[in-house]
């Protein structure tokens, strides 16, 4: 298996624009999870889906982020409008079941906003 | 609340000398713990992982853990560290039955030819 494959690796962006980044988890992991991992805050959870459905998106700093899972091969994070404080890599994560698993992260997208 | 404490930011060691990064945490049922390690620019990968049973894990790398319950601590060990260990290294702790990790803040490594 290929891993978690996000994209892009790399998003330099203008302030106010729409940003989305994608995620494609491993086949057969029905959970999938959005970190954002910055200096002040460190690795922090966004939002976690379980079989497509979003369970916990407490982590969701404000109204501007949203993220869908339209099936379970695929994952979106979208940013609108985009803001310089959203700065930050961004990393999906898979694993088979909660619990008592590893979570396989992918490459992570490195946003710039400015 | 849940949460992650390694209390070292920034750790210098020599190559071929002993390592141990220090983590503890805060959960109040049994802890699903872990060890990741983040070179710069990508992504992370899992060292070990410690869900019950042996309270000492082996993981990759040469790398090891104690777990030890009185103390909320779960340190991780290397007997000879290489250049190559350099990184980033984060410690978590998943919530059971969901899968979400609590991640310390994490420890830099630095290794000294």
């Known amino acids: 298996d290929a891993g978690v494959i996000q994209s892009p690796r790399h998003e330099v962006t203008e302030m106010g624009q729409e940003v989305t980044l994608r995620c494609k988890p491993i086949s057969g992991h029905d959970y999938l999870f959005w970190y954002r991992q910055t200096m002040m805050r460190g690795l922090e959870l966004l939002i976690y889906?379980?079989?497509?459905?979003?369970?916990?998106d407490s982590g969701m700093p404000e109204d501007r982020f949203s993220a869908k899972m339209p099936n379970a091969s695929f994952s979106t994070l979208k940013i609108q409008p985009s803001e310089p404080r959203d700065s930050a890599v961004y990393f999906c994560?898979?694993?088979?079941?909660?619990?008592?698993?590893?979570?396989?992260f992918g490459q992570g997208t490195r946003l710039t906003v400015v | 609340a849940q949460s992650v404490t390694q209390p070292d930011i920034h750790i210098t060691v020599s190559e071929g000398a002993s390592l141990e990064l220090r983590c503890n945490y805060s959960?109040?049922?049994?802890?699903?713990l872990f060890w990741y390690v983040q070179s710069p620019g990508q992504g992370l990968q899992l060292l070990l992982k410690y869900f019950s049973g042996d309270t000492l894990v082996q993981g990759i790398k040469g790398f090891e853990a104690e777990f030890k319950r009185s103390q909320s601590s779960f340190n991780l060990r290397k007997p000879s560290v290489h250049w190559s260990d350099a990184a980033e290294y984060f410690c978590a702790v998943g919530l059971s039955n969901t899968g979400k990790l609590i991640f310390g803040q994490g420890t830099t490594l630095q290794v000294k030819p």
């Open positions: 994560a898979s694993t088979p079941h909660g619990g008592h698993t590893e979570a396989f």
């Open positions: 959960y109040g049922a049994t802890p699903y």
């Open positions: 889906f379980n079989n497509n459905v979003p369970i916990d």
